[in-house]
């Protein structure tokens, strides 16, 4: 994600959202920086150990051990051109929170061709020890 893309979606929402609203808008931004960097690390430091996530096309939820697997391998088909996304709501109540936004991202894959893929997420974080990781997305 190029930098002005990040910089102008947190501009956005650090107008109007609380302040922890904006901590948890910083590690959904961050994540999505690591993904298209293919930086894996954010799945052993962002996410909970009880994951669970069920993808668009994926036949049934899956699990930490999951993502890692098939992380690593759509990354080395495919690499991230541009990506931009934009929030929709972030909920939080006590240490859970609930986040909704769209996104765009433009990627080409190892035989060259180029795609721009749009959708939407509805994330779950839970706050331990001081950090917010992702619990659960769809």
């Known amino acids: 994600m190029s930098l002005a893309l990040c910089l102008a979606t ?5 107008q109007t959202w609380s302040a922890e609203q ?13 993904a298209a960097a293919k930086d894996f690390s954010w ?3 962002m996410v909970h150990a009880n994951l669970r996530y069920w993808e668009t096309g994926d036949p049934m939820p899956r699990d930490k051990a999951s993502l890692k697997q098939w992380s690593r391998i759509n990354a ?3 690499t991230v051109l541009e990506q931009e996304i ?8 006590g240490n ?4 909704q936004y769209n996104y765009i991202v433009a990627r080409e894959n190892y035989k060259k061709e180029r795609e721009t893929v749009t959708g939407q997420y509805t994330d779950v974080l839970v706050k331990e020890n001081g950090r917010w990781l992702f619990l659960a997305w769809a």
């Open 10 to 14: 947190g501009a956005a929402t650090a």
């Open 22 to 34: 904006q901590e948890v808008w910083k590690v959904e931004s961050q994540q999505w920086k690591m």
């Open 43 to 45: 799945m052993d430091t």
């Open 76 to 78: 080395e088909n495919s």
């Open 86 to 93: 934009f929030p929709i709501s972030a909920t939080i109540t």
């Open 96 to 99: 859970i929170a609930v986040v």
